[in-house]
């Protein structure tokens, strides 16, 4: 069982950054390959970025790649998502999750979540 808490959430202005972390308990976080997704109101979930277990592979979607980086520190069960030049569009409820497979591309391959938490950025 794993429980992941996000904090981070906040009201920007566009062009600014926050940094999301997602805090992982229990002792297989590093057997787990970890994401980020982004729910808008209205709209369904959407894939932001996944990293693999090891930190050595990294997938981004196309509309934040550039801008936001994902990273890992298994040694603190911790996840990040450093988001710069945010855009009113990447207003959303960011959702940290955990998959045992290598990826974590679609909701299906989620195993775990978060409870969210709110980014809102103003124009």
């Known amino acids: 069982q794993v429980q992941l808490v996000e904090s981070g959430g906040g009201l920007v202005q566009a062009g600014g950054s926050l940094r999301l972390s997602c805090a992982a308990s229990?002792?297989?976080?590093?057997?787990?390959?970890m994401g980020w997704f982004r729910q808008a109101p209205g709209k369904e979930r959407e894939f932001v970025a996944t990293?693999?277990?090891?930190?050595?592979?990294?997938i981004y979607a196309d509309s934040v790649k550039g801008r936001f980086t994902i990273s890992r520190d298994n040694a603190k069960n911790t996840v990040y998502l450093q988001m710069n030049s945010l855009k009113p569009e990447d207003t959303a409820v960011y959702y940290c999750?955990?998959?045992?497979?290598?990826?974590?591309?679609?909701?299906?391959?989620?195993?775990?979540w978060g409870q969210g938490t709110q980014v809102t950025v103003s124009s």
């Open positions: 999750a955990a998959g045992p497979r290598n990826m974590i591309l679609t909701t299906i391959m989620v195993d775990y």
């Open positions: 229990g002792r297989t976080f590093s057997s787990n390959a």
């Open positions: 990293i693999s277990r090891t930190g050595n592979n990294i």
